[in-house]
């Protein structure tokens, strides 16, 4: 695991562009992606310190896409992915940093993660249902919190992230549970 290096992840980016130059791929294709790679570190670089204002320490390594690990206030997300989906895999597991913290009564997410660990719980469909809607509200507070931040990322390349997620929760959802 490796906490972030903006340096290094522009060295990587710079190596791209390179790699695209020399097997003949059209430059402007192979420019657009490494200036939009640079608008994304510089966002990745405001979100995590935005994480370690907060006491959340953020590293990248082999998981897929994100998880944020309420206990030990660690976010890790996926060293592979591209930067700009880093990002957006950061602001969600952000808006669960969010969520847990802000959570005290509330009542809405108890049945969701939390509840995970009680015996056959995560195979309800109550359950499975309270892990759906903390998504959908990771993903909302995470969007509120790209605004906030002022990042340069648009809501169309939030969405295409999200929704492919959304897309595989949902599907989890609707493997067979107990009623």
Excluded at 11 to 27: C, E, F, H, Q, V
Excluded at 105 to 127: C, I, L
Excluded at 138 to 163: N, P, Q, T
Aim: proline share 2%; glycine share 6%; net charge positive.
């Amino acid at each position: 695991m490796q906490h972030f290096d903006p340096a290094a992840w522009r060295a990587r980016s710079w190596s791209r562009l390179r790699r695209a130059a020399g097997k003949g791929r059209p430059s402007h294709r192979a420019e657009a992606a490494w200036a939009a790679d640079q608008y994304a570190i510089a966002d990745l670089e405001s979100v995590v310190e935005w994480c370690r204002g907060r006491g959340v320490e953020v590293v990248f390594g082999k998981r897929a896409a994100g998880v944020y690990d309420e206990a030990t206030r660690r976010v890790t997300i996926s060293a592979h992915a591209p930067a700009r989906k880093q990002l957006v895999y950061l602001l969600h597991e952000c808006g669960h940093h969010l969520v847990s913290s802000s959570n005290g009564d509330d009542d809405r997410f108890k049945m969701g993660y939390s509840a995970a660990m009680a015996e056959g719980v995560e195979r309800t469909f109550v359950h499975k249902l309270a892990v759906l809607e903390e998504e959908f509200e990771a993903w909302h507070r995470g969007w509120r919190l790209a605004r906030r931040l002022e990042l340069s990322l648009g809501r169309e390349d939030f969405d295409r992230v999200r929704l492919e997620c959304l897309k595989s929760y949902v599907q989890w959802s609707n493997r067979r549970s107990r009623d």
